[in-house]
């Protein structure tokens, strides 16, 4: 590994394989970012200043510059609004992926400090900031803002693409052009922060975004809670991006000796367009945030849309069999199997109480463990350990647990009895680790755990902080720790991250999680457009994507069984159906899905993404491919979006092959009668990129069951 680092007079270089970042860090002056984007080599790093490129304030502080946009702002001890950052010193250190430079700047009138660190992941052309905030002085500073950090942007054809949604219809798309003003991307709720919006982020350099083409940026802010993405384009030839957490609300206070760190913002550049920028975050998301990032996972059947609250001994007996003989590795007991005095019925009792209800479950965990054994597959169960219920025996012995505003009654979620347990009270956060530490302590070969947290922080209260205005950053910081002794116990176990479904897909809670539930909305159609949005930060490997009933349970659309299948195995392929209810001919087609994405469970989980045709531009068709990092095969998704009668579609092209080298192509969950003509075929790369195939507008099965959803799965491999 080439590590790029020159200093030239107050120059900082940080270079990843195919990026710089130019910081002028000069003693006594403010730090400047100068430059980012493909690397530069150092001649050309001196000529920046000559071709133009002038310094924007590399943590912008308020209170001396007038009205920029700010990264920081405090109230001094003495009242003051102002703050000056002026470097002091430059550390530049090796790690075994790349470099940190920390930029150390000091306020020569009060006694605070901010260090810039700057982490850079060489192979995967990612950089990392953030801001370590310290109180010097004797007395409490106040921080109204205290971003990660500030990215400038030249403009010109400049366009954003963020990600939008809610509950069932996550993952959405927008792209549209910068323009002047600020446009602001955040979210309050406390909790499930991939809802609403993402904390995530592309922009394009080169107009229109393009998929496979134009120079991109991309930033993740790894951050669980409240959040701002800010684009601010004002009277400067530069865009001005800051990230961090939201400070509306959350004005914190830094005692005396303290250090605020903010969360990582994340960033990377690339030439080759969107999936340029998805492919650079989920090699390095994989590598060093997601739990078990290069451990392939499960084929699992999970109860909750085949049964809902209807669980008894019987029933996932019956499940477990028949994801056995489908060839699924894993079962999971969804919602309902617990409560005591309060039987969790529906959803307004019971959470908090995490003993099995015995009337549902006479054995207990223990002998639902051992049903799988024998059925020769691995045991996972559901738990909803941040929540409580007021219908609950932990709501009973414990009410000062959670959260709510002092003398005002509580404020109710889900099944009008919900309530947020408060994340910030020790006690509670034992409660928390208990809740997992006595399920894998009775039950040691539980294999998997689905956390979900179906409510937003309501009442705006701790009873347990002093300082209310902490609450946000406190409830996270709780649950840090919790998930910390979580995983320091039980390092190998798989966690899930379910949030109402899709609300807590970042990269600030994954390090925990082994993956994350996409959505409550499992209609192949919808679930395309939603995986799509996702899978521009996040890797397939955590994408949970199951088969389901149709009609589907949320929109109501019938779509075939062969359509819902070729979805759910772009992602981590699993089912969400009761079994009894498929024909045996659904059987056997999901028995040789599950079989077939076997032998592509690596190209999926681990390969590298090339989205094609998006869903969302009107084409009639979607496309993408998982390519292996070594080229030699390739699995290529093809999904019709509607049906029209004489329809006629671009050729379907491939990317990410070697040109020069021959490919197999063979056609995986197939349902039609004929093979397709260029089965068993071989092509070049060069010629399946330039040219394509043109394939057949429906699927014409064997059984003649013709339906209006079609969709291909090619797998190429090269000879
Ligand atoms: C949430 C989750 C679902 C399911 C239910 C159970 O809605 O997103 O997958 O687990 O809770 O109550």
Redesign the pocket.
Known sequence: MKLLLTILAGITILGTKSTTLVIDARQGNEAQIVYYGSTVCPDDINGLAAAGYRGNSLYPAFGLKGADETAISVVQPDGSLTLDLKVSEVITEKWEGGQTVTVISKDPVYPISVKNVFKSYYEQDIIETWAEIGNEGRKPVTLTKYFSGHMPVHTGNVWLSSIYGTWANEGRVCQEPLTRGIKLIKNLDGVRNSHTAHAEAMISLDGKPQENSGRVIGLALEWGGNYELRFQTDDSDYHHVLAGICPENAPYTLAKGEIFTTPALAYSFSQEGLSGISRNFHKWGRKYRLAHGDRERKVLLNS?EGVYFNINEAGMDQMMGDIASMGGELFVM??GWFGEKYPRKD?TTSLGDWKVDREKLPGGIASLVQMADRHGIRFGI?IEPEMTNSVSELYEAHPDWVLKAPGRDNVYGRGGTQLVLDMSNPAVQDFVFGVVDNLMTENPSIDYI?W?S?MNIRAYGSQYLKNQAHLEIEYWRGFAKTCDRIRAKYPDLTIQA?A??GGRANWGVLPWFDEF?TS?NTDALQRIHMQWGTSYFFPAIAMAAHISAAPNHTVHRITSIKYRCDVASSGRLGMEIQPKNMTEFEKDFCRRVINDYKSIRPLVQFGDIYRIVSPFDGQGFASMMYVAPEKDKAVYYWWKLANFHDEHFARAVFAGLSPNRQYTIHELNRIDAMPLQCEGKTFSGRFLMENGLDLPKSNYPANREQSDWSSRVLLLTAL
């Open positions: 909750w969804d919602d959803d559901w689905k979900d179906n379910c109402s479904g539930w409550d």
